[in-house]
């Protein structure tokens, strides 16, 4: 059973970085494309960037590219989103999502397994 957790969410001023990190369980992840996505209140879940398991290619959504940084533990088994300088705009429910499969350009409908999410608040 394919299990996603995150961690690493938290409270943090505008300009700092956090590190979230979607530690991955229950299967070999090689041929996976893990993404993170993130949903602010009021608002639809939206594709934030996405790592190939196995090649370590990354893909970003332009809001965030040039602040984030996607990498994976193959010995950990997790993927990790690197975030700097942070804007209050980023606050928002961060989630991890796994698709066995090429990267697709972030569809929420193309993902298998999603974690339960992690807080991030950014204040002004």
């Known amino acids: 059973q394919v299990q996603l957790v995150e961690s690493g969410g938290g409270l943090v001023q505008a300009g700092g970085s956090l590190r979230l990190s979607c530690a991955a369980s229950?299967?070999?992840?090689?041929?996976?494309?893990m993404s993170w996505f993130r949903q602010a209140p009021g608002k639809e879940r939206e594709f934030v960037g996405a790592?190939?398991?196995?090649?370590?290619?990354?893909y970003y959504a332009d809001f965030v590219k040039g602040r984030c940084s996607i990498s994976r533990d193959n010995a950990k088994n997790t993927v990790y989103l690197q975030m700097n300088s942070l804007k209050p705009e980023d606050t928002a429910v961060y989630y991890c999502?796994?698709?066995?499969?090429?990267?697709?350009?972030?569809?929420?409908?193309?993902?298998?397994?999603w974690g339960q999410g992690t807080q991030v608040t950014v204040s002004s």
């Open positions: 229950g299967r070999t992840f090689t041929g996976y494309t």
């Open positions: 790592i190939r398991w196995s090649s370590g290619s990354t």
């Open positions: 999502a796994a698709r066995l499969g090429l990267f697709e350009g972030g569809r929420m409908n193309a993902y298998d397994y």
